[in-house]
């Protein structure tokens, strides 16, 4: 089981908080670096000094990094344009020696759309949108060198592209779909994902999804393995009282944590991700809510990554 540290910038937190917060994550073994893709923050909080962009903030951290592998959880199709976000990615991906995973997803986050003067069509749309920038990104990526590339869509059309630069890795970063969709998601993980993630669901509603992109892989004859992966809030203490005050400090309440996360004590920890283990998890994405809270990562590795 590799366990990843995810952030959430949007809710607080400087590029210096993230550097941290990265160079510690290598630093104490974890296997990568995760950040969201947002650009306002959500629930009680400042969101100060406001947020940064995901793929500036990675191609900042591949050269501050050397080991640990690096990339989004998800980023938002409606933000950028394909052709430009496979040029980020690739550029990002040599920057770093090819320590990208690249997850991308619909968009979400109606309000932040708004905030920015960011266009948010309806779920059929991002869908659809997000189908074919799947297309185009890998496309530009898998075409060979000195060939060109083309497509015709119904939301973007592209001629002659040259289809540079290319990844560091050949054929391109991995790619990462997630949700929890009855349908649309399944199909599109069996058809262009290497890693399907479920995020923040409890183990049965997990054990489910990763039953549909099973069943959507076998009806789409695909024989190339899937990653299967969740994303859980993480909340460890040594005692009780160490997990209340982590809990208080990202404005959570234990019971639901514990219920609803990976929340407790070392021991209770390990224990739930062992059960996320036997639903066949490669990956757990550990998110950290509070980025200041270095002596967490400490813990955390020292006691449950240490014993995986």
Known sequence: MRLRIFTEPQQGAAYETLLAVAKAAEDL???AFFRSDHYLKMG???GEPGPTDSWVTL???ARETSRIRLGTLVTAATFRLPGPLAISV???DQMSGGRVDFGIGTGWFDAEHTAYGIPFPGLRERFERLEEQLEIITGLWRTPAG???DFEGRYYRLAE???LPKPAQDGGPPVLIGGVGAKRTPRLAAAHADEYNVPFHQAKDTAAAFDRVRAACREAGRTK?????AAQVVCVGRDEAEVKRRADAIGRAVPELRENGLAGTPGEVLEKIGTFR????ECLYLQVLDPHDLDHLELVAAEILAKL
């Open 29 to 31: 073994g974890f296997d």
């Open 44 to 46: 009680d909080v400042s």
């Open 59 to 61: 191609g900042a951290l």
């Open 90 to 92: 690739a550029q990002v």
């Open 147 to 149: 060939s060109t590339f």
């Open 161 to 163: 592209s040259p289809a």
């Open 225 to 229: 393995p899937m990653v299967y992966s």
């Open 278 to 281: 036997e639903l066949g998890a």
